[in-house]
């Protein structure tokens, strides 16, 4: 069926890296974006990403393989403030092109 | 600051009530959503509006109405409050609705008794 799909947490140590994936299948892709949530508050917009391949941000990366549905956000150098759920949405395409189809969100702790 | 304001930020509505959740937002932008987030579930969207004075339902429209009397405007209606409406509601805005970002409100706790 149609979805966006992510673990529900990761967990990681501070001054390494995170990966959080994502995989999805929807009728129509108009590319795929990442949200960061922290606890009780709203998404807040990471990266936006429509070409394959991998897209360096810096602190934050994106990674697409539309072939395979695939995308994953790279986080470097943890911090313990970048313990948040991160939110990965496909826009679909078509008529209602800026509709997003949100994941259920992965969240990340981070160990000292 | 472009925002999108969403009020009240918390209510709690009585079974069978009427509750009007209300977003205003600055952006000059003409896409709007309303979507409710659960755990477990994610974001999943009730409707949204790509101009005033129209609305069009998202994935999960069944218990709630919407209306965009204008541009800054839009507001999601729960007619007979249910249980299962018990959840987070984020408003969002975005710009041509293509390839721009989501700016989200943020958000309004519904507890329904």
């Known amino acids: 069926g149609q979805g966006v799909e992510q673990p529900a947490k990761l967990m990681s140590v501070e001054g390494t890296f995170a990966r959080v994936n994502c995989t999805y299948s929807?009728?129509?892709?108009?590319?795929l974006s990442w949200y960061q949530q922290r606890e009780g508050q709203a998404p807040v917009f990471l990266s936006y990403?429509?070409?394959?391949g991998l897209k360096d941000s810096g602190h934050f990366s994106t990674f697409l393989s539309r072939s395979n549905g695939y995308s994953y956000l790279l986080l470097t150098e943890l911090q313990i403030k970048d313990s948040a759920s991160y939110l990965c949405?496909?826009?679909?395409?078509?008529?209602?092109?800026?509709?997003?189809?949100f994941g259920q969100g992965t969240k990340l702790s981070i160990k000292p | 600051e472009a925002a999108v304001t969403q009020s009240p930020r918390s209510k709690v509505a009585v079974t069978g009530g009427k509750v009007t959740l209300s977003c205003h937002q600055t952006?000059?932008?003409?896409?709007m959503y309303w979507y409710r987030q659960d755990t477990g579930h994610g974001l999943r969207l009730i409707h949204y509006s790509y101009v005033a004075d129209s609305t069009e339902k998202g994935d999960i429209p069944d218990g709630y109405k919407a209306s965009r009397p204008s541009q800054e405007n839009f507001s999601l209606i729960l007619e007979l409050a249910s249980l299962s409406q018990t959840a987070v509601y984020f408003c969002?805005?975005?710009?041509?609705?293509?390839?721009?970002?989501?700016?989200f409100g943020s958000g309004t706790r519904l507890l329904v008794i």
């Open positions: 949405a496909v826009r679909d395409q078509g008529y209602n092109q800026g509709k997003l189809i």
């Open positions: 969002a805005s975005s710009d041509e609705g293509r390839n721009s970002d989501y700016t």
């Open positions: 929807t009728s129509g892709f108009n590319g």
């Open positions: 952006n000059n932008h003409d896409y």
């Open positions: 990403v429509v070409l394959d």
